[in-house]
């Protein structure tokens, strides 16, 4: 194993690091670092995971270390392979490698057990018979001490023989508990003899039905850091009252004792972060499922088009702190943009087609124009881009009757096309509803390429698709899901799903896409020019391209509208 060095200076400084620096320049762990990550597999990882993510595989790496990706698999009523396997896929997507460090707490199973029995023997633990309601009941309240149980002082051998009679399957779920003997009257809730194992007759993922007893996450999470041999555990906040459990259970079975660290977990506005409420969203239809674009998931985030690198750029900017607060989305959809503004091929889509007719064009001519695939990238060159009598503009680039700052087409007004030429409108064409149907057009052949040879000025730049190559496409608009910055704010009786937004979904069906866009690869991301970022769906197939928007471009046109204007 590489020696980690103790002096780093490439890593940004925060208190976790420096707990892992002041440990090496002591040499607590033997000059060692070494993390874990270790998911619930009940649900989809989502966006709060990857500040975890990264932070454990990021600080290790730093150091010279080792991270474990470790499944804490001791619920098996809410665990499922699908969940597994999920997982598996994410933390590689967003860019970590494990090697041969994959476990589950369920390979300790055994080890757990034994560990329990140490603990009866030891005095430290007992069998109760008190029902979960009961428990509830003896546990005090934060002004109160709580109440023994009347089975706390049980005979050493009566609780071993039961805890081997509740593994032999002999007793119905929730009959008996193991707890830990500690303090009732200890102020930390967790202290006052928590549950250590509980009787569940499921059927394990991995485990089938070898068990009928499963450890609390309380008792396997330590122990099983321990069996690791991890240096530092990296949990989020709400672990920090836990914490003396932690290390009560390592002290008094006397085993190697990993250093438990707490830090401040991820919180962003319009968003929610709860695999539980998340779980609710898909099992009541709200969103089409865990990957659903709309949905905080990786999964979901990635199917949008969020690169894993604007991830890793976002979690590292965030830093850590011990206290709870949210961070602005616009924040993460920056280094969204920031990505995909380096990365991201240029194309032109029009999403609410109007059709132009340029009158003075030949009939039957096709040119191929010159389009630049990035100008953030030289060395991503050039396509051609057909170009015919017939084009598709953005309903939205004409007016009719336009507003004083409006600069785009309109009746008498000159406006330049992206690679194209310049075109000025000469009149329009309505269906028998009084809606534009089309708008006619002259051109100037000579402003080929959007420049004119006697230096005449245009106000207005638009982006066209030719009619006759286009290919028809559907666009997914998604925007934010919840209405409210904190989606867990309700009015009384209301639960959180009254904070939907009815529109965080419009699907567009008949979009006009340049044509090398009818084979697009899902997963393919691009920019199309004045939209914004979007990248091809899973449900696309060849010839039938489907895209989600990612995410906007810098957004003047709200910028304006906030000082009651029109876009120009």
Not at 53 to 79: H, M, Q, V, W, Y
Not at 189 to 207: G, K, Q, S, V, W
Request: net charge negative; aromatic share 10%.
């Amino acid at each position: 194993m590489t020696t980690p060095n103790p002096e780093p200076a490439s890593g940004p400084s925060n208190f976790v690091r420096d707990i892992i620096l002041d440990d090496l320049k002591t040499n607590k762990y033997r000059g060692r670092v070494h993390t874990r990550f270790p998911p619930e597999p009940n649900g989809y990882l989502h966006i709060g995971h990857a500040k975890s993510i990264c932070l454990n595989f990021g600080l290790a790496a730093e150091f010279g270390g080792k991270t474990n990706l470790r499944f804490d698999d001791t619920n098996p009523s809410k665990e499922e392979t699908e969940y597994v396997d999920s997982i598996i896929d994410n933390v590689h997507w967003l860019g970590f490698d494990w090697q041969d460090r994959l476990f589950y707490a369920s390979d300790y199973f055994g080890q757990l057990y034994e560990w329990a029995v140490q603990l009866i023997q030891a005095g430290k633990a007992y069998v109760c018979d008190l029902t979960a309601d009961e428990i509830r009941q003896y546990r005090g309240t934060p002004s109160e001490p709580g109440k023994e149980s009347p089975y706390r002082n049980r005979g050493i051998e009566e609780s071993l023989d039961l805890f081997a009679r509740m593994k032999a399957g002999k007793f119905l779920d929730g009959t008996r508990t193991l707890r830990a003997k500690i303090d009732m009257a200890s102020p930390n809730f967790n202290m006052r003899d928590p549950i250590m194992y509980r009787i569940l007759h499921a059927e394990h993922h991995r485990t089938g039905n070898e068990w009928c007893i499963y450890p609390m996450y309380d008792y396997a999470h330590g122990q099983s850091d321990s069996i690791e041999g991890i240096t530092h555990s990296i949990c989020t906040l709400e672990f920090e009252d836990h914490r003396p459990l932690y290390d009560w259970y390592v002290e008094a079975l006397g085993i190697y004792h990993p250093r438990q660290i707490e830090f401040d977990r991820l919180n962003l506005t319009y968003t929610l972060l709860s695999k539980r409420k998340l779980l609710t969203l898909v099992q009541e239809g709200h969103v089409r499922g865990w990957d659903d674009p709309r949905m905080p998931t990786l999964s979901g985030i990635r199917r949008r088009g969020y690169t894993p690198e604007a991830l890793r750029n976002f979690c590292a900017s965030i830093g850590l702190s011990k206290t709870t607060g949210s961070i602005e989305l616009g924040r993460l959809e920056y280094f969204v943009r920031e990505d995909l503004n380096k990365s991201a091929p240029r194309v032109m889509a029009v999403l609410r087609p109007l059709k132009v007719i340029i009158d003075n064009y030949p009939e039957g001519q096709v040119e191929e124009m010159d389009a630049i695939n990035n100008p953030e990238d030289a060395g991503a060159g050039t396509r051609k881009v057909p170009f015919s009598k017939v084009l598709f503009i953005e309903r939205e680039d004409f007016r009719e009757d336009p507003p004083k700052e409006f600069f785009r087409l309109s009746p008498g007004r000159e406006v330049r096309l992206r690679y194209g030429y310049f075109i000025k409108c000469t009149g329009v064409v309505k269906n028998a509803s009084g809606e534009i149907a089309e708008v006619h057009c002259t051109y100037d052949p000579a402003t080929r390429g959007g420049n004119a040879p006697d230096g005449r000025k245009v106000k207005a730049t638009i982006h066209w698709v030719s009619a006759g190559q286009a290919v028809s496409g559907e666009v997914r608009m998604y925007s934010n899901l919840f209405l409210k910055e904190d989606p867990g704010q309700v009015e009384e009786g209301q639960d959180f799903t009254a904070n939907l937004n009815p529109k965080s979904l419009e699907v567009l069906v008949e979009c006009k896409l340049e044509p090398e866009l009818a084979n697009a690869a899902p997963g393919t991301r691009y920019q199309f020019e004045r939209l914004g970022y979007f990248c091809v769906d899973a449900d696309a197939a060849p010839g039938k391209p489907v895209f989600n928007r990612t995410v906007t471009l810098k957004d003047a046109w709200a910028k304006i509208e906030k000082r009651g204007k029109q876009p120009k």
